[in-house]
């Protein structure tokens, strides 16, 4: 497995997720349940990926710019969680405000796959692309595990 194929398995796992979400109605366990994976899975993805993907292409002069682009996009989806996680799960506003989040979340994944990975492609060395699979693949697991009881505890 490359590095682009470990992103990619999360960023699949995402779109499901969201997409499930969309189809809940109010105050459902499901809806909980969903929302509670999925900001998990964006939370520990967005952290390996920081760690194993973004901070090697910010060495290079033509990566740079994208990747900083990208952990700022992190940023902004995170605001949006915040925002969301402060409303009722009942609230007639929470499906539009999970919409926007989607629709930043899906334009982000969009950008990494169809622009980021492209360049990324041609300045990482071949070895590299696999050795941060394992490396982020090692991290996303332990922040994945992480973030459960932290955030549960947090209500
Ligand atoms: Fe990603
Ligand atoms: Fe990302």
Same mark, same amino acid.
């Given at each position: 497995?490359?590095?682009?194929?470990?992103?990619?398995?999360?960023?699949?796992?995402?779109?499901?997720l969201?997409?499930?979400?969309?189809e809940t @109605?109010?105050?459902?366990?499901?809806?909980? *349940?969903?929302?509670?994976?999925?900001?998990?899975?964006?939370?520990?993805?967005?952290?390996?990926? %920081?760690?194993?993907?973004?901070? =090697?292409l910010?060495?290079?002069d033509?990566?740079?710019? @994208?990747?900083?682009?990208?952990?700022?996009e992190?940023?902004?989806?995170?605001?949006?969680v915040?925002?969301?996680?402060?409303?009722e799960?009942?609230? =007639?506003?929470?499906?539009? @405000?999970?919409?926007? #989040?989607r629709?930043?979340?899906?334009?982000?994944?969009?950008? %990494?796959?169809?622009?980021?990975? @492209?360049?990324?492609?041609?300045? #990482?060395?071949?070895?590299?692309?696999?050795?941060l699979?394992?490396?982020?693949?090692?991290e996303?697991? *332990?922040?994945?595990?992480? %973030?459960? =009881?932290?955030?549960s505890?947090?209500?």
């Open positions: 497995m490359n590095i682009f194929e470990a992103l990619r398995l999360s960023h699949d796992t995402q779109r499901g969201a997409t499930r979400i969309l @109605q109010g105050d459902v366990p499901e809806r909980r *349940t969903l929302y509670n994976e999925f900001k998990h899975e964006l939370a520990a993805h967005a952290a390996a990926e %920081e760690r194993c993907f973004y901070a =090697p910010i060495a290079f033509s990566t740079m710019a @994208q990747a900083r682009h990208g952990m700022a992190h940023h902004e989806m995170d605001e949006l915040d925002d969301l996680n402060k409303m799960f009942s609230s =007639p506003g929470w499906i539009v @405000q999970f919409r926007k #989040l629709d930043k979340v899906f334009h982000h994944l969009e950008d %990494e796959e169809h622009a980021i990975f @492209q360049l990324a492609g041609k300045v #990482l060395p071949e070895g590299d692309k696999t050795s699979a394992r490396d982020y693949e090692e996303f697991a *332990t922040f994945r595990l992480g %973030e459960m =009881p932290l955030n505890a947090e209500g």
